[in-house]
């Protein structure tokens, strides 16, 4: 049985200095507004729980603020880091190579949800009580002509 | 998500008492062009006749950030203010002729500070006006996580507000506008001092800053804890 690990809302995201998405709200649902244009991440810290042993895949929630069933595609990164771990957090990032969902159809409606699964084949062996970032970002090769509003991302162990 | 100011708009409170005792202020601004007179006002208090005010800017084609009195002002040297860029901005007032202090951070932490011999007004403020429209010098671009307190705050407190947009400290806030939502006069901070709107601000594209939330981390129900399927565990404060 699958469990939720992680529930990333916007609310938690922190962002790079340039090219993120907008934290606002559509109807007071706070939302992440991933742009059609410009490519966008924003990541989040948290600590992996204990327990943590299977692999992981992120379902993002998302809808658009247009209709149409042209196709959004996320990228997810994952960034763990063992105390102890030769890894220089004062000279960069090491986030492991990008999870590519496959190019999703949103919905025919404007503002109704769909989900984007994105399995984490790249997880940087993360392991329990590792310090852990995620990285989402939109690749905006996809098709949606409109902002990606992202509600939730939820982090699950097979 | 952020308020834009147009020189044309503001929000505006009469009839405060705040700005004749400590007060303080800090905000994450983004100016896109410089008022045609003065590079335009972040915020400014002043009494009528405009004998006494405060104002905190960015001086005349140096993008210096600056605090000023009808006493004296002063600039902060580094990091400068340019066009098209955010930065967070704070200062702080005790009451009576006790200097102020101004700050300015950039994205990636640097910080400037100055000092100087402004003073609180003398008179009974009556009008405390963001981006100040009002004055014709209002400021060109945009504004998000606006919190005034009346108290003197510390350069510790305004770092520690810099990064969320959620207030930190919550003694003696007066007024909190995140503009998460877009524009907006309403008071956040549960003290009911709605602000009024002049012009009709618009929303844009916000700073690169949080909420200042945690995210939910889920314990393992296999090791045994006394925890029921989907209990969310709200771990990490950021």
């Known amino acids: ?158 | 998500m952020a308020v834009v100011f147009a020189n044309t708009q503001a929000y505006t409170r009469n009839s405060d008492q705040l700005t004749v005792g400590s007060h303080s202020f800090c905000a994450w601004i983004y100016r896109t062009s410089a008022n045609s007179v003065l590079p335009g006002l972040f915020i400014a208090a002043w009494d009528t006749p405009q004998t006494d005010y405060l104002y905190f800017d960015t001086t005349s084609g140096t993008d210096l950030l600056e605090l000023a009195s009808n006493e004296a002002n002063f600039q902060v040297a580094s990091p400068t203010f340019p066009l098209n860029v955010w930065r967070f901005v704070a200062y702080s007032q005790p009451s009576g002729a006790n200097n102020g202090t101004a700050w300015i951070w950039d994205t990636a932490g640097t910080m400037g500070t100055a000092s100087g011999a402004t003073r609180c007004p003398t008179n009974t403020i009556v009008t405390f006006s963001i981006a100040s429209a009002a004055t014709g010098y209002g400021l060109l671009g945009r504004m998000a996580g606006a919190k005034l307190w009346s108290a003197a705050l510390t350069q510790a407190e305004f770092e520690r507000e810099m990064w969320s947009l959620r207030p930190q400290r919550m003694a003696n806030l007066h007024s909190w506008l995140p503009w998460v939502g877009g524009a907006s006069g309403v008071d956040y901070s549960g003290s009911g001092n709605t602000w009024t709107a002049a012009g009709s601000p618009t929303s844009g594209d916000g700073p690169p800053v949080g909420w200042g939330a945690a995210p939910y981390i889920i314990g393992n129900p296999a090791a045994g804890r006394v925890i029921g399927p989907g209990t969310i565990w709200p771990t990490v404060t950021m």
């Open chain 1, 1 to 158: 049985m699958a469990t939720t690990r992680f529930a990333l809302t916007p609310e938690s995201a922190h962002f790079p200095s340039t090219n993120f998405p907008a934290l606002s709200t559509v109807n007071a649902r706070p939302v992440l507004a991933f742009d059609t244009t410009t490519a966008e991440t924003c990541y989040w810290t948290v600590v992996a729980p204990q327990g943590l042993a299977g692999a992981l895949s992120a379902i993002i929630h998302v809808f658009g603020n247009a209709a149409g069933t042209n196709t959004v595609i996320f990228g997810v990164s994952v960034e763990a880091v063992t105390p102890g771990d030769a890894t220089d957090l004062d000279a960069g990032t090491s986030f492991d190579t990008v999870n590519t969902s496959g190019a999703v159809a949103m919905p025919a409606t404007q503002g109704h949800q769909t989900s984007v699964s994105v399995t984490l084949t790249n997880a940087d062996s993360i392991a329990a009580g590792d310090y852990v970032r995620i990285s989402l970002a939109r690749d905006i090769s996809d098709t949606f002509a409109a902002d990606a509003y992202v509600t939730l991302v939820e982090i699950r162990e097979a």
